[in-house]
């Protein structure tokens, strides 16, 4: 992930300019950081290295959307609707 494409999902789901610390700003680096390590262990199928790093923010999106499940259901579903994720 470079700085153009950070910007450009701080742009996309941010609420103000220089929004870094909204759930769903997190949650988009995450899911772009998930996809880029799944296009490299697509290549690499022995990299367990990066396997364990991708479980790890995958656990950490989880627990992120979970938060913002409890605490509001509509951003949730916006959310999941914009990064095409399933429930």
Known sequence: MNQAEKKDIIT???KKKGDTGSIEVQVGIITSKI??????????HHDEHSR???????????KL????????LT???DLIKKLSLRR
């Open 35 to 44: 996809q880029h390590l799944t296009n490299h262990l697509k290549k690499n």
């Open 75 to 77: 951003r949730y579903m």
């Open 65 to 72: 959307l979970t938060y913002l499940k409890r605490v509001s």
């Open 12 to 14: 996309n789901l941010g």
């Open 52 to 62: 364990n790093g991708m479980k790890k923010r995958i656990s950490q999106r989880k």
